[in-house]
C-alpha cells in the first residue's frame, strides 16, 4: 500500500507534464503560419477577358503592324528618292511613275545590249558566196541587225554609208571581219520601223555587194528611192 502511494505520488499529470496549455498555443501558431503559407492555385490563373478588351488588343496589335508598314514603306521610297537620276518631284507619285519610267528604259537597254552581244554567237568570218540578212532587234525603236558577206570592195562602207542614207537609215554601230579579200559586216540600223523599209534598205544593200569589183578602181554608186 505504501508503495502504491509512492507511485501516485511520482507521476505527474499528463496535462501538467506536458504543458499542454504551452502545447496548445504552439500548435495553434503553427497551424496559423502554415496556413499563412498555403498559396491560392485558382488566384495565378487569369481572368478571362471581355469581348471588348479582346478588340481592344487587336485594334491596338493592328495599328502597331500598320505603322510598321508605313515606317518601311517610307524607307523604301526614300532609298527611291537616292537612287533616282533627275528627280525633280519628290512626292510618292513622282516618286513612282519615274520608278517605272526608269526601269522600262533599263528593260530596253538590256534589250538592246543582248541584242548586240549575239553576234559573238554567230560564225564571224565571211562565207564564200555573198549574203545579206536583216533582223529586228527592236521593234519599238525600229532598230535592225544586217548581216552580210561580199567581196573586201575598195570604199566598201562609204557605200553603205550612202546606201543607208538613202533610205532615212541611221548607222548605230558596225563590226567587220576581213578574211582573204572578202569581209563580213554586221550592221545594226536605226529607223525601220515597217516592213517596206526593210524592203528598201535590203534594195539598197544588194547594190552594194553585188557590185562587179574592178581592180584598182571604186565606182560611185547611186541609189534611187
Known amino acids: 500500500m505504501v508503495l502504491l502511494q509512492q507511485l501516485e505520488r511520482g507521476v505527474k499529470p499528463v496535462q501538467s507534464y506536458y504543458n499542454s496549455m504551452t502545447y496548445l498555443k504552439q500548435l495553434s501558431l503553427t497551424q496559423g503560419s502554415i496556413s499563412s503559407n498555403i498559396i491560392c492555385y485558382p488566384s495565378l490563373i487569369s481572368k478571362p477577358i471581355s469581348k471588348v478588351e479582346a478588340k481592344e488588343l487587336a485594334a491596338k496589335k493592328h495599328s502597331e503592324a500598320e505603322r510598321r508598314r508605313r515606317l518601311r514603306i517610307n524607307d523604301q521610297y526614300d532609298n527611291l528618292r537616292k537612287i533616282l537620276p533627275n528627280l525633280v518631284k519628290v512626292d510618292k507619285a513622282s516618286v513612282l511613275a519615274k520608278t517605272i519610267k526608269t526601269v ?26 555573198n549574203e545579206l540578212s536583216l533582223r529586228n532587234c527592236n521593234r519599238d525603236r525600229g532598230m535592225l541587225k544586217v548581216t552580210l558577206s561580199c567581196e573586201d570592195q575598195p570604199e566598201l562602207m562609204s557605200d553603205l554609208s550612202r546606201a543607208l542614207r538613202s533610205v532615212k537609215g541611221r548607222l548605230v554601230r558596225a563590226e567587220m ?41 571604186s565606182s560611185k554608186l547611186r541609189f534611187y528611192h
Open 177 to 217: 571581219v576581213p578574211v582573204g579579200g572578202r569581209i563580213k559586216c554586221v550592221l545594226w540600223v536605226q529607223g525601220f520601223k515597217g516592213n517596206e523599209g526593210m524592203v528598201m534598205l535590203k534594195r539598197a544593200l544588194n547594190l552594194v555587194i553585188d557590185r562587179p569589183v574592178s581592180p584598182g578602181n
Open 104 to 129: 522600262r528604259e533599263l528593260q530596253r537597254t538590256v534589250r538592246e545590249q543582248k541584242a548586240l552581244c549575239q553576234v559573238h554567237e554567230e560564225c564571224v568570218f565571211p562565207s564564200e558566196a
